[in-house]
T-cell receptor
Framework: GNSVTQMEGPVTLSEEAFLTINCTYT??????LFWYVQYPGEGLQLLLK?????DKGSNKGFEATYRKETTSFHLEKGSVQVSDSAVYFC?????????FGAGTTVTVRA | NAGVTQTPKFQVLKTGQSMTLQCAQD?????MSWYRQDPGMGLRLIHY???????DQGEVPNGYNVSRSTTEDFPLRLLSAAPSQTSVYFC??????????FGSGTRLTVV
């Protein structure tokens, strides 16, 4: 079946540290892959996406590359800020739905 | 502002009560869906609709009903609330293959 597994949190970092959140998926076919971000008290916002193998999605300094050979879509940011504190969800789209990972809570300290 | 509007934002129910969570979008999206968010489980799809008059079940449909009489509205009905339905509920609509827009959520507590 379709599923998404992402690194468990919580993750606590200092400002300007490097952030990586691992995400792997199982799916039939070649789904589109996403990272969503949820700030406290808000709904989900699309952070970045990739629709085919080797695509790199990027936004707000975050990047993720669609790796078909390892079925992965790891999220990275080279220098985090306090404003990056949020819950991050990896997801893939197949058929008529998004399948989400469990979410990773990231806290960035000044 | 264009987007997905959910009401209410917060709700407390007693076990056995029924209620309807409202969701409306003004973007003329054909696809709408309901998710629930629980700690450590991400978001799970409850029901979805690909257009007015068409609905289908997601991963966790038990205890919930939906209908889609208009393109704009997609209400979620809890028939007889149970403590296991305590959760945060998100409505989402979609344009094209993956342009999802999420509402700000309804936090429901069943006591």
């Amino acid at each position: 079946g379709n599923s998404v597994t992402q690194m468990e949190g919580p993750v606590t970092l200092s400002e300007e540290a490097f952030l990586t959140i691992n995400c792997t998926y199982t799916a039939t076919g070649y789904p589109s892959l996403f990272w969503y971000v949820q700030y406290p008290g808000e709904g989900l916002q699309l952070l970045l996406k990739a629709t085919k193998a080797d695509d790199k999605g990027s936004n707000k300094g975050f990047e993720a590359t669609y790796r078909k050979e390892t079925t992965s879509f790891h999220l990275e940011k080279g220098s985090v800020q306090v404003s990056d504190s949020a819950v991050y969800f990896c997801a893939h789209h197949n058929d008529y739905k998004l399948s989400f990972g469990a979410g990773t809570t990231v806290t960035v300290r000044a | 502002n264009a987007g997905v509007t959910q009401t209410p934002k917060f709700q407390v129910l007693k076990t056995g009560q029924s209620m309807t969570l409202q969701c409306a979008q003004d973007m003329n999206h054909e696809y709408m869906s309901w998710y629930r968010q629980d700690p450590g489980m991400g978001l799970r799809l409850i029901h979805y609709s690909v257009g007015a008059g068409i609905t289908d079940q997601g991963e966790v449909p038990n205890g919930y009903n939906v209908s889609r009489s208009t393109t704009e509205d997609f209400p979620l009905r809890l028939l007889s609330a149970a403590p296991s339905q305590t959760s945060v509920y998100f409505c989402a609509s979609r344009a094209g293959s993956y342009g999802y827009t999420f509402g700000s959520g309804t936090r429901l507590t069943v006591v």
